[in-house]
């Protein structure tokens, strides 16, 4: 069934204004049964977001509206296409307990949720690490290279899957090489295989579901899916559900590289 499992909204306040009817009727023209957006959930109370314009995440002031939009045009459209209220959630070291309470006053009004990481703590300083590549090259400096950057990302991503955000925990993990998005933009070779296979692996055993994400594709110092090709297939051999998502961030970017992604392997 054609599936778009990662979309966000005019909720979202680094995005786009385009409204949550021409991403839907772009969904039906284009033939897909399924969509669920997953806009940036609010940042856990306390964390101050790092970006300049402070838009990581969605005004939680905001939320209820969200979910009473799409409560209604999940119903209005319901016979063309299922549409799943969802959030992204981010992971951030140091702020599980405020993560867990807005999953639990939130989580039973959602169909689907993500959990990603984007911010990488070092020493009393959280980054957002796919920010822009000036950001990611300071922040590779300062934690001592490219390579201890990747192994922090990976270890992050391990503790999101490990850490107890309670009964409304995603089961999704999002974009698992997300550490790639600026790869492109230093010189070194890093082989993080192996750190990828464990986390495919790790998700495994605790049941997790694959984001198989085609933003990174559309990325200028990336030019690859989250994660890319043999790691997609290595996480089918695992039977790891596997989720297609374009991380659209307008309706023009929806479903964006889907084709030729599922004419190189079957998801």
């Known amino acids: 069934m054609m599936r778009d499992g990662h979309i966000h909204t005019p909720f979202c ?16 023209e284009n033939g897909f049964k ?13 964390f101050i977001d790092p970006t300049p314009d402070k838009d990581s995440g969605m005004d939680k002031a905001y939320l209820k509206d969200y979910i009473h939009q799409l ?27 405020q993560t867990r309470h807005l999953l639990n006053e939130f989580g039973p009004f959602l169909d689907d949720a993500i959990l990603s990481v984007h911010f990488l703590q070092a020493a009393d300083e959280y980054v957002c690490i796919d920010f822009s590549d000036k950001v990611y090259l300071q922040f590779a400096n300062k934690v001592g290279g490219i390579a201890p950057m990747y192994e ?23 974009h698992p090489t997300l550490i790639h998005k600026f790869q492109l933009a230093h010189s070194e070779q890093i082989d993080d295989s192996l750190r990828i296979k464990e986390i495919l692996t790790l998700m495994k055993q605790h049941h997790y579901e694959l984001d198989f994400n085609s933003a ?3 990325k200028p110092f990336c030019k690859e899916p989250y994660p890319p090709l043999p790691f997609v297939q290595f996480a089918k051999e695992l039977n790891i559900p596997i989720i297609f998502g374009s991380d659209a961030h307008t309706a023009q970017d929806l479903h964006q590289h889907h084709e030729a992604l599922q004419q190189k392997i079957k998801f």
Do not use: C, M, W
């Not at 995005?15 to 039906?28: L, N, V």
């Not at 409560?71 to 599980?96: M, P, T, W």
């Open 13 to 28: 306040p680094h995005g786009s204004t385009d409204s949550f009817e021409k991403y839907i009727d772009k969904a039906i």
């Open 34 to 46: 399924e969509i669920s957006f997953t806009e940036h959930a609010p940042l856990p109370d306390g």
């Open 71 to 97: 409560k209604r045009l999940k119903e209005h459209y319901q016979s063309k296409i299922i549409i799943n209220i969802g959030l992204e959630v981010d992971y951030i070291i140091g702020f599980e307990s």
């Open 152 to 174: 922090l990302y990976y270890e992050t991503v391990k503790k999101s899957i490990l850490a107890d955000l309670g009964p409304y925990k995603p089961t999704r993990i999002g």
């Open 216 to 218: 990174g594709l559309s």
